[in-house]
């Protein structure tokens, strides 16, 4: 029995430390440097570098020698016929003799070595290709940025509704508290019936929003699993703090930075889709070059009227060619002229996007420092007002339950209080949500 009992205590502790195993215990900056590694779409930005540099290559080898090879097998299975005059092979003159020219059957190997020497199209396409993996490799910049500040959000959000829960569940216990003995008042007779039920009526819509937090906290969850890259059913432990990272982020001093619209990442983006459109241009005139290759090949082909290809006394008859070709563009009924029109056009186009860009960053910038600073504010003017709210409603419930005070007025303090606790938990997040907003607008580094 002891040994029974010894077996299933050491199959609970190893099924508790196994589960607390897979729980993830996360601050918020180790939560973010997870995400950037394994977030979904960091992974698909990462790979898409990855074709972007394959993408190169293909690019660079179309102008490398290329070598092919060719086999081909023929069998007549029923063999072309020519004529002859029939006088040159003995025969009646005036007459036609039926002959065939081959064997029934032949075989020929060959390779061919081809090499491009000059393709105005090739130079473009090199340097369009490089520019490709340049706005791949931006891409992936920008999406570790969203990443980040999708992450402070869903950390953020769990946190809310967790202090949301233990807000609303120490409310419902002095509710809870206070019903009890107006019940016990109301027995007596010092109070109305509607004192009760207005009490009744304050808890059951307190029970009413912790069981929607409660279930808001689990999406919560499940939302930040899927920022990091988690199955959403990950188990997570988040090891900060709403009120430290309210505290870590209230920092004015990032206002002072210096916006550098150049080094912003959107704005190279920007540049690079300039670029590219730049390139079409160049393209499109590079179509009115000539272009130049050239070729050799060998091969060797047989004959026979069985399938003797590959026996040592089969003869093979070699053959070799060396040749150039060049290309010379004459007359294309103007359309070369139209199609580098249209991409001069979206040159233009490209550039004004860019300007527009440049101002709309800019202004992103100013509004994101304004914002975050009115967060900051609202922040400590939501702290203070949560401490005058809880003194009220105090104040008030003792009034009442001395008798010198109406339900009504208790009703409004405890409401004043609910409202302003939610503001308080809210305005820590927007000081959070801001600053990440600020730091994507600074374009500031990810620190890891």
């Known amino acids: 029995m002891k040994k029974l009992l010894l077996v299933c205590l050491s199959t609970c502790f190893f099924l508790v430390t196994n589960a607390q195993e897979k729980t993830m215990k996360l601050s918020l900056k180790e939560a973010i440097s997870f995400g950037i590694e394994n977030s979904y779409n960091t992974k698909a930005s990462k790979n898409d570098i990855k074709a972007a540099n394959q993408k190169v290559w293909e690019t660079t080898a179309t102008g490398l020698p290329q070598i092919s090879g060719t086999v081909d097998y023929t069998n007549w299975l029923k063999q072309q016929v020519s004529l002859l005059p029939a006088e040159l092979v003995g025969g009646t003159a005036g007459t036609f003799e039926p002959v065939t020219f081959s064997p029934k059957q032949n075989?020929?190997?060959?390779v061919t070595l081809k090499q491009l020497i000059f393709d105005g199209s090739y130079l473009v396409g090199l340097q369009a290709s490089k520019t490709y993996l340049k706005i791949s490799k931006q891409a992936n910049e920008k999406t570790e940025l969203l990443t980040r500040e999708a992450i402070i959000n869903a950390y953020g959000n769990v946190l809310v509704a967790e202090n949301s829960m233990v807000i609303l569940q120490g409310n419902i216990k002095i509710l809870e508290k206070n019903l009890h003995d107006?019940?016990?008042?109301?027995?007596?007779?010092?109070?109305?019936?509607?004192?009760?039920?207005?009490?009744?009526?304050?808890?059951g819509n307190l029970k009413s929003q912790l069981n929607s937090v409660t279930r808001m906290k689990d999406i919560a969850y499940k939302m930040l699993n899927l920022s990091l890259g988690n199955t959403i059913e990950t188990p997570l432990l988040l090891t900060d703090s709403l009120d430290s990272l309210a505290e870590q982020n209230t920092n004015l001093s990032i206002i002072a930075n210096d916006f550098n619209v150049d080094n912003h990442i959107d704005f190279k983006i920007a540049q690079n889709d300039r670029e590219s459109k730049r390139l079409l241009v160049k393209l499109e005139k590079s179509k009115a070059l000539p272009s130049?290759?050239?070729y050799v090949n060998y091969g060797a082909q047989a004959y026979s009227s069985d399938f003797t290809f590959f026996k040592t006394e089969q003869n093979w008859f070699n053959s070799s060619l060396l040749g150039v070709s060049l290309n010379i563009p004459i007359f294309s009924s103007l359309q070369r002229s139209s199609k580098t029109a249209q991409a001069k056009i979206a040159l233009e186009t490209a550039d004004i996007r860019l300007e527009e860009t440049k101002q709309r960053l800019t202004l992103l910038a100013e509004n994101a420092k304004s914002e975050y600073q009115l967060s900051i504010e609202n922040y400590g003017t939501a702290k203070k007002n949560v401490g005058l709210a809880e003194r009220i409603e105090k104040k008030q419930r003792i009034k009442f339950f001395e008798g010198i005070s109406s339900s009504f007025d208790l009703l409004q303090a405890q409401n004043q209080l609910y409202t302003q606790q939610q503001t308080y938990i809210q305005s820590m997040l927007e000081v959070i949500a801001k600053?990440?907003?600020?730091?994507n607008a600074l374009n500031l580094p990810i620190k890891q």
């Open 107 to 110: 075989m020929s190997a060959t």
């Open 182 to 203: 107006a019940k016990k008042i109301y027995e007596n007779g010092f109070n109305e019936e509607e004192d009760v039920e207005q009490l009744e009526i304050t808890l």
């Open 292 to 294: 130049l290759s050239a």
């Open 435 to 439: 600053k990440a907003t600020l730091e």
